[in-house]
């Protein structure tokens, strides 16, 4: 469906997507490619699974980069004949292994049961093949949904490789326990200096991936820019909807490219100190509240205005 999948690519790249990956499991999926290049502006990568002849296709319609499990391709021609395609077009290859798929022998070698090093070394069986075909522009992607045995297993592999690593905890789950398990895990590949593209695997709408992802790398200092919304936990002191006007502001800020912090404060007794950091910011009263500036108080305003004169601050801001 080339009309669904353009318009799911482009909002994925308005959220701030840079790579996309798509699957490929026909040939009508394959020659797709083509028209879908056209309409999308960030590179796409085919997702391959046992017919060679997918993989083929995907990069003579114009694929940017192809996702393959060497060991379920087949035989070592049509392996070779997928290279061979490859080089041929300046492809590079992501090899993928899941520890969901892991081989029973490297199982059995360690101990009976999936571990960081038989992931590692799945990994690795599946690159040297390439190499000995003389290509080496590979991407490696190794995953789990064990966090700590996904971080040792990159750890391992940074060690004994060069290639980029693709990153990511699969099968992590729903919204809620995915985005922690994932900032659990990439927070610490990413601050080991492990990693070079990610993706946070949730079960739910795309478009949180992204957006958890882009506050990942935000919070390790890795990417700046966007707004970066604090707020307080509520406490007695509280005397408006500070969930719901955090939320609300939390959604208005998706609209600004700006870098630039915006506090949420629930009452006016710590809302002004706590806000000192931030450059704009409200803390709630009675009924009412203040908008913050660098820490010093710039107005009063009913309570159902504060997010209007935030917007109307945020409107304004480079003026």
Not at 291 to 306: M, R, Y
Request: net charge negative.
């Amino acid at each position: 469906d080339v009309k669904a999948t353009v318009a799911q690519i482009l909002a994925l790249e308005a959220a701030g997507c840079e790579i996309i990956r798509v699957a490929v499991p026909t040939m009508e999926a394959a020659e797709a490619i083509t028209e879908i290049k056209k309409q999308i502006h960030i590179p796409l990568v085919a997702d391959i699974h046992f017919d060679y002849r997918l993989a083929i296709a995907a990069i003579e319609h114009g694929v940017d980069k192809i996702r393959i499990n060497p060991g379920n391709i087949g035989s070592v021609d049509r392996v070779k004949a997928v290279v061979d395609k490859a080089k041929a077009y300046h492809v590079p290859i992501r090899v993928g292994v899941n520890s969901g798929s892991l081989e029973k022998d490297l199982i059995a070698k360690y101990g009976g049961h999936v571990t960081a090093e038989g992931i590692v070394e799945s990994a690795l069986d599946k690159v040297h093949p390439i190499e000995d075909l003389g290509y080496d522009q590979m991407v490696i992607s190794i995953k789990s949904s064990d966090v700590m045995m996904c971080v040792k297993a990159h750890e391992l592999i940074a060690a004994k490789t060069d290639y980029p690593l693709h990153v990511g905890i699969t099968e992590s789950g729903t919204l809620i326990s995915g985005n922690i398990k994932s900032a659990v895990g990439l927070g610490i590949m990413l601050n080991e200096g492990v990693g070079h593209t990610i993706r946070v695997s949730l079960t739910g709408d795309p478009l949180e991936e992204i957006k958890s992802a882009k506050l990942i790398l935000k919070t390790l200092g890795l990417r700046k820019g966007g707004i970066e919304v604090v707020s307080c936990p509520t406490c007695g002191r509280t005397r408006i909807d500070l969930i719901g006007l955090a939320n609300k502001v939390e959604n208005l800020v998706q609209n600004y490219d700006l870098d630039i912090k915006v506090a949420v404060m629930g009452c006016v007794v710590n809302g002004p100190g706590e806000a000192r950091e931030a450059d704009i910011g409200v803390a709630g009263g009675i009924g009412e509240g203040l908008l913050i500036k660098k820490g010093e108080i710039v107005k009063k305003v009913p309570e159902d205005q504060l997010l209007a004169v935030l917007k109307d601050e945020l409107d304004h801001w480079n003026k």
